[in-house]
Nanobody
Framework: HVQLVESGGGSVQAGGSLRLSCAAS????????MGWFRQAPGKEREGVAP????????YYSDSVKGRFTISRDNAKNTMYLQMSSLKPEDTAMYYC??????????????????WGQGTQVTVS
């Protein structure tokens, strides 16, 4: 079992930056994936970016490409999401997620086993 705890959310003006963190309770083995999803009120949860725990390969949704950067620090069992040039449409609850024992690393929510409680990001 893996516990995930997000931090770093808050309120920011459009054009500003925030960095989210996700601390995992244990080491994520090489055949795994961690990622960020978000959900705005009245909308479905959407994938933002995943990162493979072994290779570090990343992928970004079109809506955040060029503005957000996902990274991880395996020594700290922590994943990050650096968000820049924030827009009001980025306002959402951001969730950290993870899966283990699979080489899948994409943006399909059904593949992920573990979810954090979420951290709110508000852009005005």
């Amino acid at each position: 079992h893996v516990q995930l705890v997000e931090s770093g959310g808050g309120s920011v003006q459009a054009g500003g930056s925030l960095r989210l963190s996700c601390a995992a309770s244990r080491y994520m083995y090489d055949n795994g994936c961690m990622g960020w999803f978000r959900q705005a009120p009245g909308k479905e949860r959407e994938g933002v970016a995943p990162i493979a725990t072994g290779s570090g390969n990343t992928y970004y949704s079109d809506s955040v490409k060029g503005r957000f950067t996902i990274s991880r620090d395996n020594a700290k069992n922590t994943m990050y999401l650096q968000m820049s040039s924030l827009k009001p449409e980025d306002t959402a609850m951001y969730y950290c997620t993870a899966l283990t024992g699979s080489w899948y690393c994409g943006l399909n929510t059904e593949h992920f086993d573990y979810w954090g409680q979420g951290t709110q990001v508000t852009v005005s």
